[in-house]
């Protein structure tokens, strides 16, 4: 069975402060999403990586493929509280599914 | 409008009833996911649709049923409901080509809260 361990799973923290979500598995991924979900609603794709070794940013946040391809991070720089919300780090398996990490709650705080 | 639609938004009800939770998709996409939400688990696939003809089983089916209704359609059955499928719900689509730059890039529905006594 494929896992993806997501850490830490919860996160608080003042505006300013930078952070680093984790996303590791002893499975190889064709590609791996990073999703933000708010309260209330559905998780919404921020990424997708897809070389090993890729970094993507996205204004604030940048993101890291692993080189072997079996895990990832999530990088935010002066978190803001907009950035709020539960981060969901999912891999493709190329079996049609998603494999998803069990999420990191952030919470920024004033 | 929402491209993905999940009727009810919030539901309550008790052990032994049979409950039935519906998706809707304006994407076009072929398929379409079935997922539960509980803290500290992540999203776990239930049942899962490559197109109107095919469904598959995902991780934690037992007890869930689902009816591929049209391309735009995927409802989510539950028999016979107990108390821990207490959950969130959410639909989610997909449109895999296969082709380069073809990634299984999933858009999910606003989810709906079920509630078990």
């Known amino acids: 069975t494929q896992l993806l361990e997501q850490s830490p799973q919860f996160l608080s923290i003042q505006e300013g402060e930078n952070l680093t979500v984790y996303c590791n598995s002893s499975?190889?991924?064709?590609?791996l999403q990073w999703y933000r979900q708010e309260p209330g609603e559905g998780p919404v794709l921020l990424v997708t990586v897809v070389t090993g070794g890729e970094v993507k940013k996205l204004k604030r946040l940048t993101f890291q493929f692993g080189d072997a391809r079996k895990d990832s991070s999530l990088h935010i720089t002066a978190a803001q509280p907009g950035d709020t919300g539960l981060y969901l780090c999912?891999?493709?398996?190329?079996?049609?599914?998603?494999?998803f990490g069990q999420g990191t709650e952030l919470s920024v705080k004033p | 409008d929402a491209d993905v639609t999940q009727t009810p938004r919030n539901r309550i009800t008790k052990t032994g009833k049979r409950i039935m939770l519906e998706c809707s998709q304006t994407k076009g996409h072929d398929r379409m996911y079935w997922y539960r939400q509980d803290p500290g688990l992540g999203l776990r696939l239930i049942y899962y649709?490559?197109?109107?003809?095919?469904?598959n089983k995902g991780e934690i089916s037992d007890g869930y049923s689902v009816s591929r209704q049209a391309q735009a359609k995927f409802s989510l059955s539950l028999e016979s409901a107990i108390p821990n499928q207490t959950a969130l719900y959410f639909c989610?689509?997909?449109?895999?080509?296969?082709?380069?730059?073809?990634?299984?890039?999933?858009?999910f529905g606003p989810g709906t809260r079920l509630t078990v006594l």
């Open positions: 649709s490559f197109d109107v003809k095919d469904i």
């Open positions: 499975s190889v991924f064709s590609s």
């Open positions: 989610a689509t997909s449109d895999v080509t296969g082709g380069p730059g073809s990634y299984n890039e999933q858009f």
């Open positions: 999912a891999g493709d398996n190329q079996g049609g599914k998603l494999i």
